[in-house]
């Protein structure tokens, strides 16, 4: 019985190893090779955050009564739709659309010389979202110190991020 399951994985083993074994393609075969480019994410967004909190760990001066003391913004929330494509564009691509985003001189982060592949994270200027769904932030309270009194709150509505391009590479 032993003999026959080890028969059996050796068989299996060998089955997954030709399995997967690459071979080489030749450049005329790849040519004739099409499919999509790209990754799409699509996301609704529903964020919440229960405090942010920003402290100024400066000793108090005891002439002016300045330094020391924190302020945090309670109840953070972020909702709406997101879509993003993500693409791998070439450096003549990446080049052409740096320019037509309004980058005059991408030598100054990017070698247009020896740069390669840029990897493009795009939210696409096209997307039809319904009315009142776009990306909202929002704060509940603001508030300095212990205090359990509040400035107020806030809100950034309908935030629109379509035509958004964000470009990734090595170097």
Partial sequence: MKLIQTAVAAALATLAFS??????????ELSAVTGQDGVSIAANLNVKI????????????TTTGLGGGSV???????NGLIAASID???KASF???AGAAGVTNPGTFY???TGGDVVQIAIPADVQVA????????VDAIKMGNNAASYGSMAMNQIDLRGTQV???AH
């Fill in 131 to 138: 009315a009142g769904k776009l990306l909202n932030v929002s």
């Fill in 50 to 61: 229960d405090s942010f909190v920003y402290t100024d760990t400066d000793a108090v001066d």
């Fill in 167 to 169: 470009w990734i590479w």
């Fill in 88 to 90: 791998i564009l070439s």
């Fill in 95 to 97: 080049l052409q659309a």
């Fill in 111 to 113: 070698s247009p010389a």
């Fill in 19 to 28: 399995a997967s074994a690459m071979t080489p393609i030749q450049d005329a």
């Fill in 72 to 78: 945090s913004f309670n109840g953070i929330k972020v």
